[in-house]
């Protein structure tokens, strides 16, 4: 389907769903490296999302309006350090999707500022084990996608597949950052959390894309 | 009446924010204690609550606000609460002991201290806090092996009177994290505050300053010129 408003908002619904279905998987790649928070905080921040979505009177207008809500409310529900990484992320990407509908290379500019405000809220770079290292290599796939001119909905494809690989490679890191790297090497051999949850809501964004 | 400065308390709980409210205000009845733990359903850090605190610490005591912070999502959720808010040039982040941090800002808020004083007591308390001569907690050996491909090391003395103390130690960490690059000072994270003011260095004092990697001159020259300069205490 075509990127725009309605897009926007089944993307954050379906992203509700598969965080809800992964609570429980979440929760337990947390437990082993973390505090065991975050499948139940980002269940928690999703729900409240779809709720305000569901609420509201008047049908968002860009893209960037839906981005927003989501951030502002995953700011103040989700209780964890995801809460201020995802909330800037979103409140990111929503300043330059003011759109009614995203192009390939808008889609691109959508993940670029995703990534950037994680990274200066986080301060984390890739290779220490946390979602820089799920997004870093989405928004590279994405560039190069839209770059051989892709359509938005193939540059998501790609995206999410290199989240989902991003996730999986943290595997053998050493965690640095977060409440991992009290573990040090025991951090070694789990799969991080927050590049997981990444993975999902890029795969989600992806599906939707596509149908 | 109540002091100049405020203190906000950022726990992940709501029982360890409110009994380190309990705690300091034994030695500070007149000073704005204001807890932000926890979030409605138990342990987390909450946006609201934090930006609430500020808001109240900033409109009551026109000498600004300290927030201390225990783990680390708590620091991120009062990084982005500082974006939120008009006045945020009036609000310090001491990176410090909770409990230690927070009764030593409180007394010095207590007797009178303005924001940088409330500020530095709770960095000096995180110094008393840890073993004599203790390095950074994440300081390691790795970066301190020498002939290391592309390391970089300078000496270079101290010309104010005081050395690293909590002012100068801040500016060092500050110019250090972001230059982007690892420094290594006496062997210990010259990005920590903490850990540059646990060496104890006093003036006239030489120190070596080491990096590697990318960028490492440039960094090390940039803690060197700082140095040389005298921090504005010469
Ligand atoms: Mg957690």
Redesign the pocket.
């Known amino acids: 389907m075509a990127l725009d408003v309605a897009w926007a908002q089944t993307w954050v619904r379906r992203t509700a769903e598969v965080i809800a279905e992964n609570r429980d998987e979440l929760i337990e790649l947390?437990r082993q490296i973390?505090?065991?928070?975050?499948g139940e905080?980002m269940k928690r921040g999703f729900t409240a999302v779809v709720a305000k979505l569901d609420g509201l009177e008047a049908p968002p207008e860009q893209v960037g309006d839906v981005l927003k809500l989501v951030a502002t409310t995953l700011m103040s529900t989700v209780g964890?350090?995801?809460g201020p990484l995802y909330g800037t992320a979103y409140l990111r990407a929503a300043k330059v999707a003011g759109l009614a509908e995203l192009d390939g290379p808008a889609v691109v500019a959508v993940l670029e500022a995703a990534l950037e405000g994680i990274v200066a809220r986080g301060k984390a770079t890739t290779g220490e084990k946390t979602m820089v290292d799920a997004w870093t290599p989405a928004v590279n796939a994405a560039q190069e996608a839209s770059g051989n001119g892709s359509s938005p909905a193939a540059v998501l494809d790609v995206a999410a597949a290199a989240a989902e690989a991003g996730a999986t490679a943290t595997i053998p890191m050493l965690a640095t950052k977060g409440?991992a790297s009290y573990l040090g090497e025991r951090s070694i051999g789990h799969q991080d959390?927050g590049a997981t949850s990444t993975a999902l809501i890029l795969r989600a964004a992806a599906d939707t894309a596509a149908a | 009446m109540t002091a100049g400065v405020a203190l906000v308390l950022v726990s992940h709980s709501a029982d360890v924010a409110a009994g380190t409210a309990e705690i300091a205000g034994q030695m500070a009845p007149d000073v704005l204690l204001l807890p932000a733990g926890g979030i409605p359903e138990g342990i987390g850090t909450s946006v609201d609550r934090v930006m609430a605190a500020v808001e109240e610490g900033l409109q009551t005591c026109p000498g600004g606000v300290v927030v201390m912070t225990d783990l680390g999502?708590a620091v991120l959720t009062t990084d982005l609460v500082l974006e939120m808010v008009d006045d945020a040039e009036r609000v310090k982040v001491p990176r410090a002991p909770f409990v230690e941090g927070a009764v030593a800002a409180a007394v010095a808020a207590q007797q009178g201290g303005d924001l940088a004083a409330v500020e530095a007591a709770a960095l000096e308390a995180g110094v008393s806090f840890a073993p004599e001569g203790a390095a950074a907690p994440e300081a390691s050996d790795e970066v301190d092996a020498a002939g290391q491909d592309g390391q970089v090391t300078a000496l270079v003395t101290l010309r104010n009177p005081l050395g690293l103390h909590a002012r100068t130690a801040a500016q060092v960490a500050r110019a250090v994290a972001d230059a982007g690059v690892p420094v290594r000072i006496e062997g210990v994270d010259g990005a920590s505050v903490l850990a540059l003011m646990a060496l104890g260095t006093t003036g006239g004092q030489e120190i070596t300053v080491s990096a590697t990697g990318p960028d490492a001159q440039s960094a090390v020259d940039t803690v060197v010129a700082l140095v040389e300069g005298g921090f504005g205490e010469v």
């Open positions: 947390d973390g505090d065991g928070d975050h905080n964890g350090a995801a409440r959390p | 999502s």
